[in-house]
């Protein structure tokens, strides 16, 4: 099994996807390996959300983890469903302990220093920094990395194509998580060639 150390530095930048349909799981996760993206975030939001991450699973080299775990009952119907690592947007004590009984890979989001604070004391070192451009950008990722020199982040939310180099230039940052890779009309539409090519 991977661990959240080997998935965060696979490649730059995780996949963060809410995916409305089922029957988009494979041709999507094929456009992104071809793309070459190979770490995939589904977002629990949708009620297709569990089924997207079992299709994708099947694809490829693709390691295909669920989004937007908000507690241990997420957390094992998506183990249920093929997830290979788990991603919360902030930090809960019952999702990361029910995470470490699984064995599961657990990237927990973050937005504070004391936050980050109440991860190490649960064993944490790797956190989502979430919603990243609203909490203070990449500003706040390169002063956290004064206090905090075994911490490493994946800042998402708000980062794009145009933003993300700034963060990937961060020693403390390997990887931020991108929904611009395949929009919601991107894949309304099918455009699989355009998800290849961002």
Not at 22 to 31: F, G, N
Not at 129 to 139: D, H, I, L, N, W
Request: aromatic content about 6%; some cysteine; hydrophobic content about 50%.
């Amino acid at each position: 099994m991977l661990s959240i150390d080997d998935i965060m530095n696979i490649g730059p930048v995780i996949a963060v996807l809410e995916v409305q349909r089922e029957e988009d799981a494979m041709p999507l996760a094929a456009a992104l390996l071809r793309g070459g993206v190979k770490v995939i975030e589904v977002t629990l939001r949708t009620p297709a959300s569990l089924g997207v991450i079992r299709e994708m699973s099947k694809v490829g080299d693709a390691i295909v983890g669920a989004g937007t775990v908000l507690n241990a009952a997420l957390l094992g119907a998506a183990r249920e469903a093929g997830a290979q690592f788990i991603v919360s947007p902030g930090l809960s004590e019952h999702v990361a302990e029910a995470a470490f009984s699984a064995g599961v890979p657990h990237l927990p989001g973050i937005a504070t220093a004391s936050e980050i604070m109440k991860g190490l004391e649960l064993g944490l070192t790797r956190f989502k920094f979430f919603p990243a451009e609203t909490s203070g950008g990449v500003a706040a990722v390169a002063a956290f990395a004064g206090p905090f020199k075994d911490v490493r982040f994946c800042p998402t939310g708000g980062v794009s194509s145009d933003n993300a180099q700034k963060y990937l230039h961060l020693p403390k940052v390997l990887c931020v998580g991108g929904s611009w890779l395949a929009t919601k009309e991107d894949v309304a539409d099918e455009d699989w060639q355009r998800i290849e090519n961002v």
